[in-house]
């Protein structure tokens, strides 16, 4: 697997270096150090769920969190990541082949989700109460900064 350095900008983007269908821009504007640390994991994708991991073993984010919290949990760990080192989770869309992880998920690893336009809308109104209480509505087109992360 090639490790490399990430900014992730807003959604509805062009994706350059991962493969997201709906797309998310991701290219390199880290510190050198960080750079060499860095990896883009897909945990999951297909229709069954997707889900993407971009950081280093001691902090990062996801793209998305399909399928269910036990299994995203698990394959966190298998790619060397604690649960617990994320900082923030950023959604390309609202429907559940990348989200049915977040309702569990957030429960117990509280953190950040951050999503844009119509699909905030939709997860404020039928996410669970602690997925609603970590929703960072956007428009459709952010730049945020999480840790290290731009």
Do not use: W
């Amino acid at each position: 697997m090639r490790a490399v350095p990430v900014t992730v900008y807003g959604l509805c983007a062009q994706a350059s270096y991962l493969p997201l269908r709906t797309g998310i821009l991701v290219h390199s504007l880290f510190t050198s150090q960080l750079a060499k640390m860095a990896k883009a994991v897909p945990l999951f994708s297909g229709s069954k769920g997707n889900c993407y991991y971009i950081g280093t073993a001691a902090e990062g984010v996801l793209i998305d969190a399909g399928r269910c919290a036990k299994q995203l949990c698990a394959s966190l760990r298998e790619a060397g990541v604690e649960p617990d080192a994320l900082q923030a989770v950023f959604l390309t869309h609202e429907h559940r082949d990348h989200t049915a992880a977040l309702d569990v998920f957030i429960k117990h690893h509280p953190l950040p989700v951050h999503v844009a336009g119509r699909s905030a809308d939709k997860l404020l109104r039928f996410g669970g109460d602690a997925l609603q209480a970590s929703l960072v509505p956007h428009p459709p087109l952010f730049e945020v900064t999480v840790g290290p992360f731009t």
